[in-house]
Every structure is written in structure tokens, then in C-alpha cells.
């Protein structure tokens, strides 16, 4: 009997593959997809020139195709309502960590409230 393997996205039991060492991901094409993502993910944060090359494709793909943004905005609105949304809460989030104001709903505020509030003490 194979040894089964527990796919790291879905999550389900599998047989393993003999072939694969250390096998990680059941063969679903979504678990394969997964599998590219992440390994790219760690490439760009350890490999320079991966990332060089990368950021330089990314480049030329935004040049050959510089309308697809606005066109891609024009054909979903609800997208942009909510990116519109949600970038809004960021924004306030992050004017909230930087003026020091605790969060709305998190528990204790941060340490730069506490600073701020020991020097109105003094
Ligand atoms: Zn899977």
C-alpha cells in the first residue's frame, strides 16, 4: 500500500507519488497552482536576480498593455467600489498607527499612544 500525504492547499488525503520526494501537494491543477505560487513567492524573497527579472517582465507586460487597468476598472465597478472601500480602512488604519490613536475595535493601544500619553503626563 502507498503512503498517503495530506495536500497542503485542499487539504485532503492522498496517495503519495513515489517518484516525488518530500511530496507536499496532491496533483489537482488548483494544488499544482498553489504549489507555483508559493515556490515563487520564496524565489522572489531569496533569489535578486529572480526578482530583477521578474520586476523587468512585470515592466514590459505593463508597457505592451498600458490600458488594461482603466479597462479592467471600467468593466467591473463592484471591484472598484470595494478595492475603494477596503483602501479606505488602510488608510485610516494606518493614519490611526501613525498619529497613535488606538484602533477601533483592537484591544489595548499601542505602544506609540502609551509614549504619547506618559509625555502629556509629565
Ligand atoms: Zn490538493
Redesign the pocket.
Known amino acids: 500500500m502507498s503512503q498517503m500525504i495530506r ?6 488525503w ?1 496517495p503519495a507519488n513515489p517518484r516525488i520526494k518530500d511530496q507536499q ?4 491543477k ?2 499544482q497552482r ?1 504549489r507555483k505560487t508559493e515556490w515563487q513567492r520564496s524565489r522572489l524573497k531569496v533569489d535578486p536576480q529572480y526578482k530583477a527579472n521578474q520586476d523587468e517582465a512585470r515592466a514590459k507586460w505593463r508597457r505592451k498593455n498600458s490600458g488594461y487597468s482603466k479597462q479592467y476598472r471600467d468593466a467591473n465597478p463592484a471591484y472598484c467600489d470595494s478595492n475603494r472601500t477596503l483602501q479606505k480602512k488602510r488608510d485610516q488604519k494606518r493614519q490611526n498607527k501613525m498619529s497613535g490613536l488606538p484602533l477601533p475595535g483592537i484591544g489595548p493601544a499601542h505602544m506609540n499612544a502609551l509614549v504619547a500619553e506618559n509625555i502629556l503626563k509629565q
Open positions: 495536500c497542503k492547499h485542499c487539504h485532503r492522498v501537494y496532491c496533483g489537482r488548483k494544488c498553489a
